[in-house]
């Protein structure tokens, strides 16, 4: 019974163990961090050939030099991302993730890195507003804020919810639904590369802190990040990936 007692302490420690994020000090020791994305939402996250880059990739490959640490990255499906976290799969996740409540009480974020916000997209030029919603079938990226925030517009026919972001203005493009909200700055790009998909760009439906997240509690870790990413934004290192991709300062302000 002792022996049995003893084997279920252990067994329940390392279960416990197993769930702990990785602290800074462990990190440091192992003087590599380990950071989640997507690698579909461009131009915060997507691959150029075989190379993961973007906005938040090279604000976090800054960040991490400033930690002194070096940094592997991981992608996967964006629905998977933040789940991983208390799972010590990975130590940090920045997937332009938007802070909301709900997020808030499973992650731990730090500080903002960009601040932006849904737009509704569409290619009649007709559904621009959240009223023009009503009666609309809508196309957004599955776990999303743009999934949750056109929920609730009142009177919208469907919500179409997609793996992929790409899927859902691919949805737009070949009309298969009447608009598509995505972050702007993602939209704008959109719009960009693929002239003849004809998007037009109505109003924002809400704005949104865009921050990376850290298991929950683990507040050591995001404390490191955020002095690290206060540097990068008084040395001139965020702003000059801003105006790269941007030729703008996207900084919360
Ligand atoms: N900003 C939105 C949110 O907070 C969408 C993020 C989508 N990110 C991505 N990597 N596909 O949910």
Not at 77 to 93: C, E, S
Not at 195 to 204: E, I, N, Q, S, Y
Not at 213 to 237: E, R, S, Y
Request: some cysteine.
């Amino acid at each position: 019974m002792k022996m049995f007692k003893t084997i279920a302490t252990a067994l329940a420690l390392c279960a416990a163990f197993s769930v702990q994020a990785r602290t800074i000090d462990a990190i440091k020791q192992d003087g590599k961090i380990v950071i989640a994305t997507e690698g579909q939402f461009a131009p915060f996250n997507y691959f150029e050939g075989t190379k993961l880059t973007g906005f938040e990739v090279e604000v976090a490959e800054a960040v991490v030099k400033k930690m002194g640490l070096k940094l592997e990255w991981k992608t996967l499906g964006f629905d998977a991302l933040l789940t991983g976290l208390p799972q010590d799969r990975w130590d940090a996740v920045i997937a332009s993730h938007g802070v909301n409540e709900e997020r808030s009480k499973a992650v731990t974020f730090g500080e903002p890195h960009y601040c932006s916000g849904g737009i509704i997209v569409s290619i009649d030029g007709k559904t621009r507003t959240g009223a023009d919603l009503a009666g609309k079938v809508v196309a957004v990226q599955t776990g999303t804020s743009y999934l949750e925030q056109v929920k609730k517009v009142a009177g919208v026919k469907d919500v179409k919810n997609f793996p992929q972001d790409t899927d859902a203005q691919r949805a737009l493009i070949s009309k298969r639904v009447d608009a598509w909200v995505s972050d702007k700055f993602v939209a704008k790009e959109a719009a960009t590369k693929n002239p003849k998909a004809g998007f037009k760009m109505g109003d924002m439906l809400f704005i949104e802190h865009i921050a990376p997240a850290f298991a929950k509690g683990n507040t050591g870790l995001a404390q490191a990040w955020n002095k690290a990413f206060d540097q990068i934004l008084a040395d001139g290192t965020y702003a000059a990936i801003s105006k790269k991709y941007f030729n703008e300062d996207v900084r919360c302000t």
